[in-house]
Structures are given as C-alpha cells and as structure tokens.
C-alpha cells in the first residue's frame, strides 16, 4: 500500500511541475491585443475623438466584382464622427456617420457597404485607408474573403 502511495505522489509532483514549467514558458494571450477572427482592427485618435476599427475584411465572388465590407466601427468620443473608408484603386469613398459612444456595425444587416469593384482577388488584402478629419487617416491591410467560409456566404454582394 505505502508503495503505491509513493508512486501517486511522485506521479501528481511530476504532472504538478510538468504544468507550472509549461505555463511559465506560454505568454497569458488574452492580455495580448489581436484580431479574434478573420478580419483586422485599427485605431483612429486624435483630441477627443477615439474611433477602433473591429474585425474589418471585405467579402466578394472575384477580383473586380462588387465587395461587402464586414466589421464594426465603434466610437469613444462624445459626438459623432464622419468615418471614410477609401482604396485608391476603388471609384469614391464611402463615408458613414458614427454617433456618439456607439457603434456601428457594417453588414447587410445593418449598416449596408458595398464597394462596387474589388481590385484584387479573394485571398489578397485591399489596402484600405480609414480616415477622419479630426484623426487623419491608417492604412490596414485588410482581408477579401470569396465567402466559402460560413455564414461569409450569405453577405457576398450580388454582381448585377
């Protein structure tokens, strides 16, 4: 009996350091910034106004058919704030009007934004320029998805 109990106990102290020596070794990832899906995100500060840019990528069938653009835009400041979203080889930005301490969430759902040509395929990233006039502008690469993953499917614009 007193065998088996020196066994258990040099078993349960080799998991036990096991355990602590890995755990030592591995960052604690929740306490590291990134982008928890397929998009990317981003941030726009300046004075008062604080606009993050959430999971943002654009969906579309092929290169040079329309683009849906998915994500969030959420804005920390006390009064709304024109967002442009912009690509030098797209005709025209889109701007939307984020209001005060809130957000707005960018799919056919909810807020509908279609760029009418994608210049590069699915699987390549669009260099998007997300600007203010109170912030000035970043540029993020951000992902075209074709819509094989679901539910991205459902959200592919259609080319009419």
Known sequence: MARSTRRLVAAL????ATAVGVGACSPITTMQSYAPSDGVQGELEGGDVRVLVENLMVLSAEEGAPGTVLGALVNRGAEAVEVT???AEVTGGIQLTVEADSTLLLSPDHEDVVF??????????????????????????????NGDIPPYGEYLPSSE
């Open 13 to 16: 102290t080799l998991a036990a």
């Open 85 to 87: 979203l912009s690509n």
């Open 116 to 145: 009418p040509a994608v210049p590069v395929p699915p699987g390549a990233v669009l260099e998007l320029q997300v600007s203010t006039e109170q912030t000035g502008s970043i540029t993020l690469p951000v992902p075209v998805l």
